[in-house]
C-alpha cells in the first residue's frame, strides 16, 4: 500500500489541470516607441555553460550538479536585476522576449535553490501543492508576481500564440527543449518556430502508436483552447510544423487520441 503521502502526490499528478488564460490588466500596459532593451548576455552565457544539447535522444539537459557556487549566485542576482526592470515601459516586442527568458531562468534557478531533486513538482510551498509554479516569488513593479501569472495571465492572453508552449521550459523530460541561447526581439519568431519543430517531431511531443492511436504531450490536452476549437485543428496545427512522413500520417488520421507527460527532471545524468 502507498503510504498517504505519496498516494496525495499520485493523484495530484493524475488530476492535475492547467490554468485558464485570464489577462491580469496591469500587464498590458506598455510604450510602443521605447528603445529600452533588456540584456540577457547573463542567462545566454549560462545556457552556453551548463545546456547539454548533444543527448542522442534530441532532450536538452541542465548540468545542474556543475553549476559552480558563483555562477548560481550570479544567476540569482541576474534574476533579481531583471525584477527590477519596468517592464511597462518597454515595448511590445521587448516585453515578450523579457517574459519568456525570466520565466525561464527564474525555473533553472528553483531547481538550483533545491537540488538534488527527481522532479520540479517536488518543490513545494503548501501540502497539497502541485510544483512552485503559483507561489508568488516574483516581485515586479511593486506586483508579486508567479510562474503560473507569467503563463496564463501574462503570455497567453496578451500574445495568444499558441507557439508559446514551445518556449517555456518547465525542466522535465516531458517539456519542450530549452533553448541553448536567450530570446530578444531578433530571434523570438524563429526561435518559436524550431521549438514547435522540434517538440512536434519528437517522440514526447507526438507518436503514433499505431495507425488508429495517436499519444500526444499533454500539453496538447492542458491547453486545448490554445491550438483549436476542435480535433480538426488541434490536427492542422501539427500538421504545420510536422516533417513530411508524419504530416501525411496526420492528414489521414482519424482515430483516437491519448495524451501522456514525463515529469522527470530535465538534468544531465552523472
Not at 491580469?24 to 542567462?43: C, F, G, K, M, R
Not at 542522442?56 to 526592470?85: M, P, W
Not at 515595448?91 to 538550483?112: D, E, G, K, M
Request: with cysteine; charged share 25%.
Amino acid at each position: 500500500m502507498l503510504p498517504i503521502a505519496a498516494f496525495l502526490v499520485f493523484l495530484t499528478l493524475e488530476t492535475h489541470a492547467a490554468p485558464k488564460s485570464d489577462l491580469w490588466d496591469h500587464w498590458t500596459a506598455h510604450q510602443p516607441e521605447s528603445t529600452l532593451a533588456p540584456d540577457y548576455q547573463i542567462w545566454s552565457d549560462f545556457l552556453r555553460r551548463y545546456l547539454d544539447t548533444s543527448n542522442s535522444d534530441g532532450i536538452h539537459r541542465v548540468d545542474y550538479a556543475g553549476v559552480t557556487a558563483e555562477d548560481r549566485e550570479g544567476l540569482k542576482q541576474y534574476l533579481l536585476r531583471l525584477q527590477k526592470i519596468p517592464v511597462s515601459r518597454l515595448s511590445r516586442i521587448q516585453q515578450l522576449p523579457y517574459w519568456i527568458n525570466l520565466y525561464n531562468a527564474f525555473t533553472v534557478h528553483l531547481i538550483l535553490e533545491h537540488y538534488p531533486l527527481d522532479s520540479i513538482v517536488d518543490i513545494r510551498y503548501g501540502f497539497f501543492d502541485f510544483g512552485p509554479w503559483d507561489e508568488k516569488l516574483l516581485q515586479i513593479e511593486d506586483e508579486e508576481v508567479s510562474l503560473n501569472d507569467i503563463e496564463h495571465r501574462i503570455l497567453r492572453p496578451i500574445w495568444k500564440d499558441p507557439r508559446l508552449h514551445y518556449a517555456l521550459n518547465c525542466a522535465s523530460l516531458g517539456c519542450p527543449n530549452l533553448q541553448p541561447e536567450s530570446f530578444h526581439p531578433g530571434n523570438v519568431e524563429s526561435l518559436l518556430n524550431s521549438g514547435a519543430r522540434d517538440y512536434i517531431n519528437h517522440p514526447r511531443g507526438l507518436r503514433f502508436e499505431n495507425e488508429n492511436d495517436l499519444l500526444l504531450s499533454k500539453i496538447y490536452d492542458w491547453y486545448a483552447d490554445d491550438f483549436g476549437d476542435n480535433k480538426k485543428e488541434h490536427l492542422q496545427h501539427l500538421i504545420r510544423y510536422a516533417n513530411q512522413s508524419t504530416k501525411t500520417r496526420l492528414e489521414s488520421f482519424n482515430g483516437d487520441i491519448d495524451y501522456d507527460y514525463d515529469w522527470d527532471l530535465n538534468g544531465v545524468s552523472r
